[in-house]
């Protein structure tokens, strides 16, 4: 069956731009999340959402990042006003559940801030 | 403050061997644990997980090992094959009263010799 799918698997842009990327959840999973990896590193949670609402958002770094599942399917994660230090990997996951479910990941989306 | 982190950075194993990878945790109050292998641009890959309330649980060629009197963690691989070469990350959720995010260690590399 289908993984997780997240769209553009790659994207370069400009310190100062506005950027969007995209993630396709696994078929019926109600619970999604986003994650940031810097190289080397593990990831770290963003924000959480549940169906339609964003459960938890704590992890998100500053007002910039906003995140919406307005289905509660397909989320898109938003990145205002670009900063070089955004440059990571924007990793998706969804589960079937809450707490205590498996997380499964997509293959990520490759920010390069210029 | 709280954290999830490994002992070694890197593992070198032969072909055939059996490798353990370790990882300590902090917040007494986790109560899933879960280990994640990841490939060279590739997102995450569940391995194995484990509920506080156990303290062992064997999967295909893996097992992992609770330890909740020193809050340590450990993966085993049998038989280790050049495609388990990999990043391997434990990870913990912390219950209800932290949401369902995932709170990762740095990772450790692991490189299988044939």
């Known amino acids: 069956g289908a993984g997780v799918s997240q769209t553009p698997s790659n994207k370069v842009t400009e310190k100062g731009k506005y950027v969007e990327l995209r993630c396709d959840p696994i078929s019926g999973h109600t619970a999604l999340y986003w994650y940031r990896q810097s190289l080397g590193q593990g990831p770290e949670f963003l924000i959480y959402?549940?169906?339609?609402?964003?459960?938890?958002d704590s992890g998100l770094p500053n007002d910039r990042f906003f995140a919406v599942r307005p289905e509660g399917s397909v989320s898109t994660l938003k990145i205002q006003r670009t900063e070089r230090g955004d440059s990571a990997v924007y990793l998706c996951?969804?589960?079937?559940?809450?707490?205590?479910?498996?997380?499964?990941f997509g293959p990520g989306t490759r920010l390069t801030v210029l | 403050g709280e954290s999830v982190g490994l002992h070694l950075p890197t593992l070198s194993v032969q072909e055939g061997d059996n490798s353990i990878i370790n990882c300590a945790y902090s917040n007494s109050a986790s109560d899933y644990f879960i280990w994640y292998k990841q490939e060279s641009g590739k997102g995450p890959q569940f391995i194995i997980d484990?509920?506080?309330?156990?303290d062992k649980r064997q999967g295909q060629r893996v097992t992992v090992l609770l330890n909740k009197t020193v809050k340590h963690l450990s993966l085993q691989i049998a038989a280790t094959q050049p495609g388990d070469s990999a990043v391997y990350f434990c990870a913990e959720n912390k219950g209800q009263t932290s949401g369902s995010r995932l709170t990762f260690g740095e990772g450790t590399q692991l490189t299988v010799n044939p």
């Open positions: 959402f549940q169906g339609t609402g964003a459960a938890d």
């Open positions: 996951a969804s589960s079937n559940g809450g707490s205590g479910d498996t997380q499964y």
């Open positions: 484990i509920r506080s309330n156990m």
